[in-house]
């Protein structure tokens, strides 16, 4: 089992850029694919940004590409999510997400596949 925690969200102006962090523990970490995903107020949770268990593969949503970028550090137990020319349509509730996956390489993009989530963090862009 391992326990997510993110942080980093605020409020930020259409154009600027912020970083999430999620902080892992309770488990390896590096046994783990992760993924950030994000909700808006009315809307459903999708899938915004995705990491393998080793690093090498990535994935994102087609709205963020370009934009954001996902990383980990397994020796800190960590993923990060750098966000830039943010809009006001990336406000959201963005949550971590870890899927125990055998798979050093497949990064998955539906809810129903990560079986770990943290709390969520507050990203708000103004316009």
């Known amino acids: 089992q391992v326990h997510l925690v993110e942080s980093g969200g605020g409020l930020v102006q259409a154009g600027g850029s912020l970083r999430l962090s999620c902080a892992a523990s309770?488990?390896?970490?590096?046994?783990?694919?992760m993924a950030w995903f994000r909700q808006a107020p009315g809307k459903e949770r999708e899938f915004v940004a995705g990491i393998s268990r080793s690093g090498g593969s990535t994935s994102y949503a087609d709205s963020v590409k370009g934009r954001f970028t996902i990383s980990r550090d397994n020796a800190k137990n960590a993923v990060f999510l750098q966000m830039s020319s943010l809009k006001p349509e990336d406000t959201a509730v963005y949550y971590c997400?870890?899927?125990?996956?055998?798979?050093?390489?497949?990064?998955?993009?539906?809810?129903?596949?990560?079986?770990?989530w943290g709390q969520g963090t507050q990203v708000t862009v103004s316009s």
């Open positions: 309770g488990s390896t970490f590096r046994h783990y694919a």
């Open positions: 997400a870890a899927d125990s996956t055998y798979s050093l390489t497949l990064v998955k993009v539906t809810t129903g596949n990560y079986d770990y």
